[in-house]
Nanobody, 116 residues
Framework: QVQIAESGGGLVQPGESLTLSCVAS????????MGWYRQAPGKEREFLGT???DAVEYLADRFTIFRTTATNSVFLRMNSLKPEDTGVYYC??????????????WGQGTQVTVQG
């Protein structure tokens, strides 16, 4: 099994920046991709971006995803935050967990609240 832990959420004011962290532990033999979703109140979970083997994809210009493979970590840097960015941010990863084994795992989420 793989455990995913997010951190870095909190209460910020509009226009401020925030960096979320996510670390994977456990049976991580390899990483195919790690990334982020978010879920705003009353809305469905929304894809933000992923850092894969060869490319980075992200949805919003204000968001940047970067990764450190040495520590099985991925980060989400969010700039110029807006109230509509409020929500729970979830980290996920697609991992090799052993010989011919692969799985997707999710964290519990971290709350981000943007209000003045």
């Amino acid at each position: 099994q793989v455990q995913i832990a997010e951190s870095g959420g909190g209460l910020v004011q509009p226009g401020e920046s925030l960096t979320l962290s996510c670390v994977a532990s456990g049976n991580v033999f390899g990483i195919y991709a790690m990334g982020w979703y978010r879920q705003a109140p009353g809305k469905e979970r929304e894809f933000l971006g992923t850092y894969g083997l060869d490319a980075v994809e992200y949805l919003a210009d204000r968001f940047t995803i970067f990764r450190t493979t040495a520590t099985n970590s991925v980060f989400l840097r969010m700039n110029s935050l807006k109230p509509e960015d409020t929500g729970v941010y979830y980290c996920f990863g697609d991992f090799s967990t052993g010989l011919n084994k692969r799985g997707t795992f999710w964290g519990q989420g971290t709350q981000v609240t943007v209000q003045g």
